[in-house]
């Protein structure tokens, strides 16, 4: 049994994730598991497509490279899709989401091709992370919190900070922590 939950962090490229899950892994204790790096050094990828500039993901190998790690809880998973990760290995989903304005100028700042640009914009106003996410789990564990601002990330974490000591107050031995 865990005694600390497993929480991704989901949305569009560009909606701060990374952001939201540094400031709740160093606020709880809870481990950020960054899927771009884990991909990255561990070569859980069939190579380097240049047309979006991003690694084609090899996702049985990164469930494998990942796997010990998120069964034992406490992670906090910055990846821009969840539908992939086992319903048994999470927790809480939480969907990011962020205005398209506010969004293509993140975006562009990164540099991003075009392609890639306009393929997260459509996936940002067709709410797809969002729908991939009520369709991989349970609708009672799926959020969808707002992104546009400094001050929306500080009360999304503060947030899902009271849900880590609720869940961890429901799920010990005691029930006292």
Known sequence: MRTEPNIIITGTPGVGKTNHCTLLAGNTGLR???????????????????GFQSWI??????????????????????WHACDLFPKSWVDLVVVLRTDSTKLYDRLALRG???????????????????EEAREAYDEEIVVELRSDTPDDIEENVERIEEWVANWKKNNSKDGSK
């Open 112 to 130: 991003y091709a075009e392609a890639k640009l306009q393929e997260n914009l459509d996936s940002e106003i067709m709410q797809v992370l969002l």
């Open 57 to 78: 993901v090899d996702e049985d190998k990164l469930l494998d490279s990942i796997e010990d790690e998120v069964k034992c809880g406490g992670c906090v998973i910055d």
């Open 32 to 50: 950020h598991v960054s899927i771009n790096e884990v991909v990255k050094e561990r070569g859980c990828h069939e190579g380097w497509d240049k």
